[in-house]
């Protein structure tokens, strides 16, 4: 039987910027920009006071928005943002 081991390491964010047209994530392999429409439903739906509301977990690898109880992994975030300088 064969075993398969994943070696890919998880998106890790250093930071977050949150603007009107979307957030800017900071990993260690550049800045990625993603629009809210891009999100999900419910941050689409979100006002600006409750998507400026967001903790960033500690290890880095999600953001949580406690005000209308969302939480997107950086990986996917990332996976649909576009790369910036």
Same mark, same amino acid.
């Given at each position: 039987?064969?075993? &398969? +081991? @994943?070696?890919?390491?998880?998106?890790? %964010?250093?930071?977050?910027?949150?603007?009107?047209?979307?957030? *800017?994530?900071?990993?260690?392999?550049?800045?990625?920009?993603?629009?809210?429409?891009?999100?999900?439903?419910? &941050? +689409? @739906?979100?006002?600006?006071?409750?998507? %400026?509301?967001?903790?960033?977990?500690?290890?880095?690898?999600? *953001?949580?928005?406690?005000?209308?109880?969302?939480?997107?992994?950086?990986?996917?975030?990332?996976?649909?943002?576009?790369?910036?300088?």
């Amino acid at each position: 039987m064969e075993t &398969l +081991i @994943k070696t890919d390491k998880p998106i890790l %964010a250093t930071s977050v910027e949150i603007s009107e047209k979307g957030l *800017i994530i900071v990993t260690s392999k550049g800045k990625y920009f993603v629009n809210w429409q891009d999100c999900s439903p419910v &941050l +689409i @739906k979100a006002t600006f006071a409750e998507r %400026a509301r967001w903790e960033l977990s500690p290890s880095g690898y999600g *953001i949580h928005w406690p005000l209308i109880d969302e939480d997107l992994s950086i990986g996917g975030l990332v996976s649909i943002g576009k790369l910036i300088l």
